[in-house]
């Protein structure tokens, strides 16, 4: 293993490997990935649901996607790997007055800042997803470019792109310290030995506080178990001759959120993803499947998609989300300790701001201008009062 660094990134996710990528795309090669397990993109980016969308509540957010999108449009050719990148929509059902008022000021935001985004009614809701029960919808929004793809794919084609420009990667490597001198960063200790290094990246998803403390800084992120699971369609609604096509299920990838619940869904191969979060939720780092909490989401999922009723779970998992006080990301330096950086606590939708966010820090290490507002962003906010402008849509 190399003993000496430009950079070290800890964390072979989605957030690491756009890090690594970035850099060497601006001519900083000499860097080194350390994940500690056998394999990259095992941690929240292996489990998530792919979900891609430009409707977010906050301008900053909505900023991450135009460029993010845009990146996954271009990744077979820009990058060299196929991503399995579906833009059949993503379609938010509102069924309160006060969600409808929030949703009208937000699609005001999203279309100021260029994005096409449809006011739909509960009709219109149910063309886009068929099967839908549109009980109580008073209204709905639907973005076209929006859609679904393949957080693996994007992982291993960021990696292996920064890999063949010269970074190091290794797995099964362990960071078990920061070293820290006079308000420095000088390298990390791992399971394998010490690596010196004057910056050190930390993109370690849900682990982030654990590696903030290595280096004595305060990283306010939360891990919550969230699950997924795959429905079949059950033989009774199938005919061998044609699987999909007697299920009462939208044939298209469109993502469906029923917003006041979390109830979300898409097609996945030959089933149905579908998943919600909890209520009373509190940090674990717990990724058991609590198969007691699938009744309550099939309450709630059969009430919207009834074709569920008859399908049967063909398998399910849980990961763990990475939560910041104010629902948005933190990316950029390390209040306290010059050398180290940030890129954590995506509350959920990291996976689709990986191209934008890593592309953010590479520049601001590579000392070039980031070419947006890192306010939203910055460490220091929790200082000060973070949670005003935060993000509302964390599903
Ligand atoms: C159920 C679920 C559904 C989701 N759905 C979506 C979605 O639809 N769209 C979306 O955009 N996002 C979604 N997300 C969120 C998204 O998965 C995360 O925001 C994103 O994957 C975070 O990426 P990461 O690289 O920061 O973290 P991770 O993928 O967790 O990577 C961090 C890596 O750091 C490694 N690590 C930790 N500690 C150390 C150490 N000491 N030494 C070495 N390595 C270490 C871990 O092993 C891990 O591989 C979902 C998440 C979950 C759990």
């Given at each position: 293993m190399k003993r000496t660094a430009e950079v070290v990134i800890v964390g072979g996710g989605c957030m690491g490997a756009s890090v690594a990528y970035h850099l060497t795309r601006r001519g900083v090669t000499d860097v080194v990935l350390l994940e500690?397990?056998?394999?990259?993109?095992?941690?929240s980016t292996g489990r998530n649901a792919g979900g891609v969308r430009h409707q977010f509540s906050n301008a900053a957010n909505i900023t991450l996607s135009i460029e993010s999108i845009g990146l996954l449009e271009r990744f077979a050719d820009e990058v060299g790997q196929a991503i399995d990148f579906h833009q059949d929509g993503y379609l938010f059902l509102l069924s309160t007055d006060a969600s409808v008022d929030t949703f009208r000021r937000n699609v005001a935001l999203q279309r100021s800042l260029g994005v096409e985004v449809d006011w739909l009614d509960a009709a219109g809701a149910a063309k886009v997803a068929p099967g839908l029960r549109t009980d109580g919808i008073l209204g709905a929004t639907f973005c076209r470019r929006d859609g679904v793809a393949d957080p693996n794919g994007v992982t291993m084609g960021f990696a292996k792109a920064a890999q063949a420009a010269g970074a190091t990667i290794e797995r099964d490597v362990e960071v078990t310290g920061i070293r820290v001198s006079g308000g420095r960063v000088a390298g990390v200790e791992t399971s394998k030995g010490a690596i010196d290094a004057p910056i050190v990246v930390n993109a370690a998803g849900p682990y982030a506080k654990q590696i903030g403390r290595m280096a004595g800084v305060d990283v306010p992120v939360d891990p919550y178990r969230r699950h997924i699971f795959i429905a079949q369609a059950s033989q009774a609604s199938t005919s061998a001759a044609s699987t999909w096509s007697d299920w009462n299920v939208p044939s298209s990838r469109v993502l469906v959120i029923d917003f006041e619940t979390t109830f979300y869904f898409h097609r996945e191969g030959a089933g149905l993803l579908f998943g919600m979060g909890g209520k009373n939720e509190t940090p674990t780092f717990d990724t058991t499947v609590q198969w007691d909490f699938l009744p309550q989401v099939i309450d709630v999922a059969v009430a919207r998609l009834p074709a569920l009723a008859d399908a049967s779970i063909s398998h399910a998992w849980a990961g763990l989300y990475e939560v910041t006080p104010d629902a948005n990301p933190i990316i950029g330096a390390a209040a306290g300790v010059d050398g180290f950086f940030l890129i954590n606590g995506?509350?959920?939708?990291g996976f689709q701001h990986s191209p934008a966010a890593g592309r953010i820090l590479a520049d601001v290490i590579a000392g070039r201008d980031p070419k947006c507002d890192l306010t939203p962003f910055a460490h220091a906010r929790f200082a000060t009062d973070g949670a005003a402008t935060g993000e509302k849509y964390m599903v």
């Open positions: 500690r397990e056998k394999l990259l993109a095992t941690g995506f509350s959920g939708h």
